[in-house]
DNA sequence: TATTGTTATACTCTATAACTATA
DNA sequence: TATAGTTATAGAGTATAACAATA
């Protein structure tokens, strides 16, 4: 396939190179990390114009889904750390898509909800995915393929099954 | 009980936000980043006593099995950007694991090589990396799993074929 | 004492512009 | 003019420590 000069290479240094060392082609995470970055390519094109980061994606998914979460525990569903959620949140309030309520319960913590505005964009989201999502499912040969690829994909993140 | 009737959210809104969005388990690029931070981090604990991160290894594998090619060529197959690349290519020379040697016949750029100390550590590198390789196809259940994962990849990566 | 949200900070990775020396 | 390598710099993403308010 894409393997260049792979095929040429001087006889001694290959064959010994060749025992030597896996083709980059061989590495699963190599491969995997450049799998991502082409599909976060089209993502973020995809997204320029609403002005979404793969970030803020799933973080207003999971508030549409699962509103009244505290921050704590969207950060962990995402891994992300909760320093780090701060900022996120932060842009997300301030361009009025969801906000941080206080608790009555446990006054230290903010619960996350969409603003009506943030359904709404929400809604405008969903179609720009759904597009994103097809053109993958296409490159991958259709909805047969992208299940066994999201379980492979599941056997790794989750080797506990 | 603080959280009340999480595991039963109200049918409504439940019915409402699945019409609306997708779960994250659907979104194929999320879960290529999840797989990949785990698979990564696999790499990361299994390098951690060489002191190998991936772009080092990527970099010294392409090296070892493309001697002689100019900084700007391993950079480009690995898609990273050549002011990128001088950090990365002084710190393996710094190590005294590769080479730049002034090119006779271009005297602007450097043909890249393996020192035999960068050879000898290269397979140290390549027992460590087949234990790591081998940890993730037993995720996977098996080389026949991890082909068509590679597949997969491949197809997301180039979409061109 | 422990936890939630927060600030400050640092380190990696990535992207762009501009310089130099060659071509 | 254009290219190879380099420098400087800025932006994301991510990690840790410490603090105030609350539990």
Not at 22 to 27: G, H, I, L
Not at 66 to 69: C, K, M, N, R, S
């Given at each position: 396939m894409t393997k260049g000069g792979d095929e040429k290479q001087g006889e001694d240094t290959a064959s010994k190179a060749a025992t030597l060392f896996?083709?980059?082609?061989?590495?699963i995470g190599y491969k995997l990390r450049r799998a991502q970055l082409a599909v976060f390519q089209d993502f973020l094109a995809s997204f320029a114009k609403l002005k979404v980061r793969p970030a803020e994606f799933s973080v207003l998914v999971l508030i549409a889904q699962?509103?009244?979460?505290k921050q704590t525990e969207i950060a962990d569903q995402l891994g992300i750390k909760r320093a780090n959620f701060v900022a996120l949140m932060d842009s997300i309030e301030k361009r009025g898509l969801a906000e941080r309520r206080k608790s009555d319960s446990d006054k230290r913590s903010h619960s996350l909800h969409l603003t009506p505005r943030g359904a709404a964009f929400c809604r405008k989201m969903f179609a720009v995915w759904r597009d994103h999502e097809d053109r993958m499912i296409a490159r991958l040969g259709g909805d047969e393929e992208r299940a066994r690829l999201i379980t492979m994909l599941d056997r790794l993140a989750e080797p506990g099954g």
């Open positions: 896996p083709p980059m082609n061989d590495v699962q509103p009244g979460l």
